[in-house]
Nanobody
Framework: VQLQASGGGLVQAGGSLRLSCAASGRTFSSYSMGWFRQAPGKEREFVAA????????NYADSVKGRFTISRDNAKNTVYLQMASLKPEDTAVYYC?????????????????WGQGTLVTVSS
C-alpha cells in the first residue's frame, strides 16, 4: 500500500482543515488507518485511528471533540477533519496503514506510511 497525504496548510487558530490520504492498492479496505503528527522538536504522536470498516474510531485526548477521522473504501481514501484548530496542533501530519486494529495508538503497529503534510496554525 502506498499512501499520499494532502490538505495541509496555514490556518488561523479556530479554523478548520481537512486532510486526505489517498491509498494505492486493492487491499486498502482490509487495513486499519491512522493519523499521527510530529511537531518540531517533539516525538511523533498518535492523533486518530479508524477500523477497516469505518465502524470504530479512536482519538487522542488532545483532539477528541475537535477532529473526526473517516474513510471511503470505494475511493481508497481516509480523511481527518480538523476543527477549532489551536497553535499546538501545528505539526507534520502522517497517515499510516496497519494490518490490525490492535494497539492503534502505537506507531510500530503501522506497516505503511505516507510522506506527511504540514499543518501550521497561527495564533
Amino acid at each position: 500500500v502506498q499512501l499520499q497525504a494532502s490538505g495541509g496548510g496555514l490556518v488561523q487558530a479556530g479554523g478548520s482543515l481537512r486532510l486526505s490520504c489517498a491509498a494505492s492498492g486493492r487491499t486498502f479496505s482490509s487495513y486499519s488507518m491512522g493519523w499521527f503528527r510530529q511537531a518540531p522538536g517533539k516525538e511523533r504522536e498518535f492523533v486518530a485511528a479508524i477500523s477497516w470498516s469505518g465502524g470504530s474510531m479512536n482519538y487522542a485526548d488532545s483532539v477528541k471533540g475537535r477532529f473526526t477521522i473517516s474513510r471511503d473504501n470505494a475511493k481508497n481514501t481516509v480523511y481527518l477533519q480538523m476543527a477549532s484548530l489551536k497553535p499546538e496542533d501545528t505539526a507534520v501530519y502522517y497517515c499510516a496503514a496497519a494490518p490490525t486494529g490492535l494497539n492503534y495508538d502505537i506507531d510500530y503497529t503501522y506497516r505503511f506510511w505516507g510522506q506527511g503534510t504540514l499543518v501550521t496554525v497561527s495564533s
